[in-house]
């Protein structure tokens, strides 16, 4: 059991470029999260999903894509890096909303520098 | 925007000793969770506590929730090294999402 996996782990690349961030898990969690944190900035929310086919906007999402075609992948995109979107991205899981007591579960994030 | 805050930022104490870190939070609340996070790893979830619900233990780990004051404490009993990692409290924001803070450093030295 993985878990939440996160590929790829490390990534370097130049202003402009395009890259798309995977996540997978194989809980059969509904609900998928994508988060970026900063130092001093703490966790913040970029988007989500509430299902299969469904994406929401989070607290950050400018610069951003998502798609959620198959229920145990979701993926991020960005379609033209900036050096502000360099950061640490962690993808989360849970098995429904948290208004109904579920924690989430974390990967181990992915390392983005945009030079 | 920032839901929990914990207090102190960082804490640094010695093996043996307990360490208690605190959360404030602003609206009302159905739940409140506390999470680890060890260096260059993801967040792990350690306790969920409900809103009516004033204390819980898990192992070393003691919760307390005081809704009146839209607070939270996370106490470490007898810690140890292993237990030196960032602690962060999240809150339900809307239906289907968590907002976090922006944690406390918890350095625990031999």
Sequence with gaps: ?115 | SQQGEEDPQALSIQEGENATMNCSYKTSINNLQWYRQNSGRGLVHLILIRSNEREKHSGRLRVTLDTSKKSSSLLITASRAADTASYFCATPSGYSTLTFGKGTMLLVSP
């Design chain 1, 1 to 115: 059991n993985a878990g939440v996996t996160q590929t790829p782990k490390f990534r370097v690349l130049k202003t402009g470029q395009s890259m798309t961030l995977l996540c997978a898990q194989d809980m059969n969690h509904e609900y998928m999260y994508w988060y970026r944190q900063d130092p001093g900035m703490g966790l913040r929310l970029i988007h989500y999903s509430v299902g299969e086919g469904t994406t929401a906007k989070g607290e950050v999402p400018d610069g951003y894509n998502v798609s959620r075609l198959k229920k145990q992948n979701f993926l991020l995109g960005l379609e033209s890096a900036a050096p502000s979107q360099t950061s640490v991205y962690f993808c989360a899981s849970s098995y429904s909303g948290h208004n109904s007591n579920q924690p989430q579960h974390f990967g181990d994030g992915t390392r983005l520098s945009i030079l």
